[in-house]
Each structure stands twice: as structure tokens, then as C-alpha cells.
């Protein structure tokens, strides 16, 4: 018994290899708009890859439309995990182009919040079908308790995803980890700064393990 019990685990351990070398784990980064999600995206794509993903910017809704990267191995404390980044567009309840005058003629702001708009929905959809697991971001500055997070969070939850809460901006004055940790108690938050690099050691120990 003990030797084909032997044999049996060997096999699974072999079977998870090769798949885990097949199928890399598709992780959506979500988050609403500004909160850091693409120069998170970056900073992990450059230090894995040498590679960027997307531009990033102080203006909102930067990211329109789903951006992938595939194939990043990450390896921390003896675990490693390969990935297949997806930067998502922020979610947001509503876009105004009103919110983009500022920095754009009227024409430009109009034709922004519809691509806003459509990343959304784009952003929905991968969401409820083509991701494996989710890093949501949030901008430890900013008050954590929102609609589109409460909403975001159930629907992660609903699908039963593993899920990693970044609180990024942590080099920010009015940062703090404690109300993001207080919002969602059920949930691992990790924080970190995505901009400055400051403590991306515990967010790469984290994904090797959550997602691994």
C-alpha cells in the first residue's frame, strides 16, 4: 500500500507540474480608476519580465481596454507560480466626460468616457469568465468603503476566487492600511507602494503563495 500510494502521489505531483507549466493562472488586476492597478501591472511585469504593460498617468481611466502579459514566473521562499497578467480598466458606477475637460478638449474628454465606459463592461466580462484569480487594488489614501468595491468584492466572492488585497499609495501622507484591513477583515491585505517600490518582497511572497 505505501509504495502505490507512493506512486500515486508522484503522479499527481507530476500531473500538477505539467498543467501548472501549460495553464498559466490568469490573474485580473482590478480596482477602481486611479488606484494604481497598471503601475502595479508594470512594476511586477518589469521586475519578472524587463517588460512594461501599459501607460500610466494621473488622468483617469488611462487604462481603456484590457492589457495582458503573459507568461510571468514569480519565485519566492521556495514557491513560485506562473502568470498571465491582466490590467483591467478601473470600474466605476458612472463616467462623466465632464471629469477629463480639464486636461482635453471637449471632444477628446467625450470620446475618453465612451472607451471609459467600454472598458468597464470589458472589464466585467473577464471578471465573471476568464480570470483565475484576482489582486485587487485600492488606494490606501482614499476611504476603501465604496459601491463599486462592496460590489466588486461580492462578486469575486461569488465566484469563489482567491483574491489579494493590495493597499497601495502606502507612500502617500493620509495612507492607511488599518481602514482597508477594517473594510474587508475576511481578506489578506497586503500594502505596499506600487510607484516607489516599497515592500514588493511581501507582495511577491504573497502571490507566489496565494496563486501558486
Do not use: C
Not at 63 to 83: C, F, L
Not at 88 to 115: L, Q, W
Amino acid at each position: 500500500m505505501g509504495l502505490l500510494k507512493g506512486l500515486k502521489d508522484s503522479i499527481s505531483r507530476a500531473t500538477d507540474r505539467l498543467f501548472s507549466e501549460q495553464e498559466p493562472k490568469r490573474i485580473g488586476i482590478y480596482g477602481p480608476p486611479n488606484a494604481g492597478k497598471t503601475t502595479l501591472a508594470n512594476r511586477i511585469a518589469r521586475d519578472w519580465t524587463g517588460d512594461a504593460i501599459g501607460t500610466e498617468s494621473h488622468i483617469p481611466h488611462e487604462t481603456r481596454r484590457a492589457r495582458r502579459k503573459e507568461g510571468v514566473e514569480i519565485e519566492r521562499n521556495g514557491k513560485s507560480v506562473t502568470i498571465d497578467i491582466v490590467d483591467t480598466p478601473g470600474v466605476t458606477t458612472k463616467v462623466d466626460y465632464e471629469e477629463f475637460t480639464g486636461e482635453m478638449e471637449e471632444d477628446d474628454a467625450i470620446r475618453r468616457s465612451r472607451e471609459a465606459t467600454e472598458g468597464v463592461a470589458e472589464a466585467m466580462h473577464w471578471l465573471r469568465e476568464d480570470v483565475d484569480g484576482v489582486i485587487y487594488v485600492l488606494d490606501s489614501a482614499e476611504d476603501p468603503i465604496t459601491q463599486v468595491n462592496t460590489m466588486l468584492i461580492g462578486i469575486i466572492e461569488s465566484r469563489d476566487l482567491p483574491v489579494l488585497i493590495f493597499a497601495n499609495k502606502i507612500d502617500l501622507d493620509d495612507s492607511s492600511v488599518k481602514r482597508i484591513e477594517d473594510a474587508f477583515p475576511q481578506h489578506k491585505t497586503v500594502p505596499l507602494s506600487a510607484k516607489e517600490g516599497d515592500n514588493m518582497d511581501e507582495v511577491y511572497e504573497n502571490i507566489a503563495e496565494y496563486f501558486g
